[in-house]
């Protein structure tokens, strides 16, 4: 995103505290492909997905008083909100069905490939993500994606507390020389 | 020492994925505190984090944009009169 910024992130957050609406209206420009990447991810239903991404960018209008970048990033902060929103209305949803974070998650796992080929091909990407395998992305996606606990992957995923650690971790070290190549 | 502990743990990629324990979390950030070589490693991590999602971001539908705005002059107005 860098090279087509023309602000610096510390004019965007002036911009925003000020209640700058260009500002904001660039912000939405340059953020919301990768926030309305995490709604949909998480919530895997396109019609929810806009209603998120209007709720987090109202947080992010309501709340960037709150921000503090001694804290982090103004990416990093807009990430959570989005997280955080998403995650809150998959699991009160969850919650209303009666539903385990579990059911949920297995769910996920099996809409995982179509979502996923689908934005990839959109930045043209093509098959970057692909070096990851199936149980890489899996846990990678619970943990960041479905709020999921260790103790919940373990169970979702039949596997020990211990495994999940050790798999987590390979994961994010593949994850992380992968992304040395792009 | 401390930060070697740390960074062959695997605490920092729990962490950055968002499945490190509140403890494990609190035990981490006062660290990073206290060792910016260690902050500095799980800002790195953080950052491929960041591109892990930004790989896989979607256009949104383009009339939210314009539904957005308007809800955000609304709300300028009334904070403003």
Redesign the interface.
Known sequence: ?RPSLTYTEAELVQGLKA?D?KI??YV??HY???L???A??VVNDENA??DL??DI??KI??GIDRYDEEKGRL??WM?NIA?NTAIDTLRSRAHKLGLKMQEIGNGHYRQEQLT?Q???D??G?GK??DQLNKEQRVI?DL??YR????EE?AKLLDIPLGTV??R??NA??Q??NI?KQ? | MNVQRFLSS?II??Y????A?VQEAQELEAAMAQFPDLAREVEA??R??????????????PD??E???R???D??TK?TD
Do not use: N
């Not at chain 1, 709020?147 to 260790?150: A, I, L, S």
């Open positions: 995103m209640r609406e904001f209206s939405y420009d919301s492909p990768a309305y990447g995490v949909l991810k997905a806009v991404l209007q960018f109202l209008w309501r990416f990093t990430l997280r996923v689908q934005s990839v959109h930045l990407l970057v993500l990678i943990a960041y709020g999921c606990t260790q992957i650690k050790t987590m971790r994010i070290i994850l992380r992304l792009v | 695997g990629e729990l950055v994925a968002g499945m324990s991590c953080r491929d984090m960041e591109q892990y999602v930004r790989l896989q971001a979607i256009t949104p539908p939210i944009k539904h957005l705005l809800m955000v002059a709300e300028t904070y």
